[in-house]
């Protein structure tokens, strides 16, 4: 088992996110794309190689995002319509999510078969997010899916916020 944190940085222009491994030493960087349409985030490994990237789809009726990796896409996730909560489908090569993935706390399997669990840590003054890798042939995939949830969750955060002003 392989465990990973996802920490955002709290003050950065532009949302970034830095993925250490247990001895908190850098395995990814993840940084968004500012004042940039379509917004998009780009993971990238220590040795500076894109390894996936999120982009969420500019005209849509309801809001999409894109997982891609090496020019493939890998994974969707799009809202579906609903009166009252926010629901949101996600397609990433055949994975289950299962939980609460809304509070970034849920399991990731696949053919019934738990590859990962994402745990979110509260009482921190930036996201931070602890990532169980069990099969690590999908480590960069779960990396793509974390960074993407929390993408989505911030664009309905800040459509909540400029609806209410």
């Not at 004042?35 to 998009?40: G, L």
């Not at 009166?83 to 949101?88: I, L, P, T, V």
């Amino acid at each position: 088992m392989k465990t990973l944190y996802v920490k955002q940085k709290l003050f950065s222009l532009g949302e970034k996110f830095t993925v250490m491994d247990e001895s908190q030493e850098p395995c990814y960087f993840v940084e968004g794309s500012f004042m940039k349409i379509p917004k998009s985030f780009t993971i990238t490994n220590t040795q500076g190689y894109e390894v996936a990237e999120i982009t969420k789809k500019v005209f849509s009726f309801l809001p999409k995002f894109y997982i891609n990796s090496h020019g493939q896409e890998i994974g969707m996730i799009e809202k579906e319509f609903s009166f009252f909560k926010a629901r949101y489908n996600i397609y990433a090569a055949g994975l289950e999510v299962q939980g609460n993935w809304w509070d970034m706390e849920f399991s990731v399997s696949r053919g019934g078969q738990m590859i990962a669990s994402i745990e979110k840590e509260w009482f921190k003054i930036a996201d931070t997010y602890t990532i169980s890798i069990l099969d690590e042939q999908y480590e960069e995939l779960i990396i793509a899916l974390v960074i993407a949830i929390d993408c989505v969750k911030a664009d309905e955060h800040s459509s909540h916020s400029s609806s209410s002003s």
